[in-house]
Antibody, heavy 115, light 107 residues
Framework: QVQLVQSGAEVEKPGASVKVSCKASGYTFTSYDINWVRQATGQGLEWMGWMNPNSGNTGYAQKFQGRVTMTRNTSISTAYMELSSLRSEDTAVYYC????????WGQGTLVTVSS | EIVMTQSPATLSVSPGERATLSCRASQSVSSNLAWYQQKPGQAPRLLIYGASTRATGIPARFSGSGSGTEFTLTISSLQSEDFAVYYCQHYNNWPRTFGQGTKLEIK
């Protein structure tokens, strides 16, 4: 069965970077885009960007341009999302999700930005 | 960027009744529209894609309609497990924006 398993919770200081991983199983990793979506506590869903695991091509929401980098390691079927210059407003649960239509989601990774 | 607007923000409905949720796009997204359900502490779950196609395993009481800029999610007879937050999202182009969500609560 398709599974996306994300890395554990992170606590970072303002100005630091965080890198969240998303390990895929149960399908051919390079056949579907990986999207990243975040959700601040009590708030709605915010689409951050996508990556094509086959080509490595990416597209980011303008809000995150220059701060976010999405990469992958196809040998271990894992996608990564790195967010830099963290601020308190980046405290949220970060999800990876498969495909153009987000049919499968990871369990979420809580990133807390606090001094 | 296409802005997705959902209404109402909160909908109070009794179990067994029908719920109708709306989603409007600021420009046409054709039928490239999905609906998701999210329960507290859980990741979202895909309900509907292509505006009207139920995802695998989604009960028939969930139906979607619309095209262009106006979309509707209907839950025909609410079950206790249906009380949650519902989001629409377009995938017509990038960025793939979400609506702000509709909270469906028990009346």
């Amino acid at each position: 069965q398709v599974q996306l398993v994300q890395s554990g919770a992170e606590v970072e200081k303002p100005g630091a970077s965080v890198k969240v991983s998303c390990k895929a199983s149960g399908y051919t990793f390079t056949s579907y885009d990986i999207n990243w979506v975040r959700q601040a506590t009590g708030q709605g869903l915010e689409w951050m960007g996508w990556m094509n695991p086959n080509s490595g091509n990416t597209g980011y929401a303008q809000k995150f341009q220059g701060r976010v980098t999405m990469t992958r390691n196809t040998s271990i079927s894992t996608a990564y999302m790195e967010l830099s210059s963290l601020r308190s407003e980046d405290t949220a649960v970060y999800y990876c999700a498969r495909g153009g239509i987000l049919g499968y989601w990871g369990q979420g990774t809580l990133v807390t930005v606090s001094s | 960027e296409i802005v997705m607007t959902q209404s109402p923000a909160t909908l109070s409905v009794s179990p067994g009744e029908r719920a109708t949720l709306s989603c409007r796009a600021s420009q046409s997204v054709s039928s490239n529209l999905a609906w998701y359900q999210q329960k507290p502490g859980q990741a979202p779950r895909l309900l509907i894609y292509g505006a009207s196609t139920r995802a695998t395993g989604i009960p028939a009481r969930f139906s979607g309609s619309g095209s262009g800029t106006e979309f509707t999610l209907t839950i025909s007879s609410l079950q206790s497990e249906d009380f949650a937050v519902y989001y629409c999202q377009h995938y017509n182009n990038w960025p793939r924006t979400f609506g702000q969500g509709t909270k469906l609560e028990i009346k």
